[in-house]
């Protein structure tokens, strides 16, 4: 299994260490996006959260028991489990950049994707969109609201990367060489405490490009080899170590036999 | 009053009672329409499916009946291909029973899919790269090719038959039924196999991954093996069930052992490789990836007892039962090993579709549940109704054993 590779590989380090829980990425990731509240959001396992927050706990008893935590938006994964098994080419990673797209008029709503993602970045639209009287003008015009019975995801505000490109065409520059914080996801920028830094992995004039390879970063379950384009990082070995699954060796940086 | 119908020489019930049977089966269907309709109208969010489940009863149910299925492709390949004579007793069952299993499983899957009238994009943008793409391709035209088996059986009803072209026609599709056998064959033991692939290519689920042939994981020539190693016997069991319901004899016990045998030996090669693939899996790729044996199972829900009810009671067990003469070849225990069998192929499907996606893989994420609701129970029971109607007018009407005449007299 290999990782797709293109010459523009957008990504997140997120500091977990900085994050607060306090949901302001969701609330911005739902807001951009057009991401209709239900009418009964009791079941959480039905609710749409492109970007979901977990909490994580060191299972410790006080004085020493530490919470941290994690935002979790699409992985972006440079070898996708998700892509491969969809039926209709519904989703895809082709474009430059890496970004994992989600094609909603082509998605026929199997829900094989969704199994396959170890992440649970995949959300079904159970029920149509339904905006409460009054906040359909707060809509945002870029993005399309989508219909029941698809499956949908983040997809790093693609459309913030298209106008990104356009205002470099227009003002002269080349839109395949965006500077660093000219394209910006809607959780990047409302973060409060600066936890979520945004660019291009491969572009050494972006601040992701050498946070990802600070010592304490790391990638959610690495040895599956998913590969995913989102880094997170926490000076907590107990936070790196919850990162991935370590239950056969019992301890952190067993041999990655799978990637 | 609808005894010119009958077969020729065969009793059959009152019309009557026959009528009240089908009003009882009937009711089951409609309650299943009904259930039906609602989720077309208002989508699966009436199921008891959500974001962590997005497979559930009817992915297990159709990889159930499509396993089960597969004594039709299997019995028609071994009668047509490699002529064994004496089970044309019975595969005029077999062949009933296959297009009931597949054309109930395709009418699952176009509820289950979120956007049922895009069903046909599975055919105008196939992604090469995906089983699911082969599995839906295999079905449609396995269904088709029962379809053309189905017909010539129809044709051969007394009165249809009595009409020279459709009698001519029954006859020249019965020459060359070896054709469709073989197409059959060919069909079924790929998207077989994708359905087991399906799940062996899911790189992000440990349950399910497995590593394998070329493109196959292993888990395709697993599901391969193990619908073989239940179709002939699922066949020899809805044969023994109708005989049982109607009082009548119709396939001779030799036959029925003779199915048991094939069955038994298929289950036997199937076993063998399932304990080496779960040791492989356990103790080999299940610690690669950072994970125990013990992590895939949790509570009674989701415990071991399944793997091992799956593997040892209702594989191992009824494998030895079916390939052991002296056992086989008494009915309560053929019955007995058949029903384990079943059970244990139904057990695999389920654990490969809900255990697989029932594991937190994330290590700060929990177990959930799931429990199918009254729309999924309702419209899986309609497709069994469907099946039971099926089945109750083609014994009715139809010449389906060869050897009802002769072990009724």
Known sequence: MKAKEFNIKWGMVIDLDKCTGCGACMTACQVENNIAPMVDASNKLRTLSWMLVYELSNKKAAPDAEIAYLPRPCMQCGNPACVPVCPVVATDKNEEGGIVSQIYPRCIGCRYCMAACPYHARYFNWEDPVFPKGMEKALSPNTSARPRGVVEKCNFCHTRLMKAKDKARQEGGNPEALADGAYMPACVEVCPTG???????????????????????FRLLEKLGLAPQVYYMSKREWVRKLGDNYAATGKAGAAKKHS | MDRALFPEGVERCSFGKFALWMGFITA?????????????YKGIVVTGLDNYFGFGLWITFDLAVIALGAGAFFTGFLKYILRIKQLEN???????????CYSGAMLVLTMDIGQPIR???????????????EVIFCITCYCLVLIIEYVPLILEQKQLNKIPFLHHLA??????????????????????????????VLIGRPYAFREGFFIWPWTFFLFVLSAVGCGPIFTVLVCTFMEKLTGRKLVDFKTKALMGKIAGTMLTVYIFFKILDTWAWANNYLPSVGMTFDQMFYGVIYGKWLMFTEIILCGLVPAIMLITPSIRNNPTMLYTAGILDCIGVTLNRYLFTVQAIAIPVLPFDSWQTYAPNWAEWATSGMIVAYGFLVMSLSYRYLPVFPQERMLNK
């Open chain 1, 195 to 217: 936890a979520i830094t945004f660019g291009d992995l491969k572009n050494p004039e972006h601040k992701v490009h050498e946070l990802a390879k600070n010592e304490n970063a």
């Open chain 2, 171 to 200: 006859h020249n599709m019965h020459v060359n039924m070896a054709l469709f056998a073989g197409i059959g064959a060919f069909l079924s033991t790929f998207h077989q196999g994708s359905l087991g692939g399906m799940y062996g």
């Open chain 2, 119 to 133: 069903a046909w994009f599975g055919y105008w943008h196939p992604n090469v790269h995906s089983m699911l793409t």
């Open chain 2, 28 to 40: 089951f269907f409609l309650f299943g329409l009904f259930a039906m309709l609602l989720i077309f």
């Open chain 2, 90 to 100: 019975i595969i005029n069952l077999t062949v009933i029973v296959g297009f009931i």
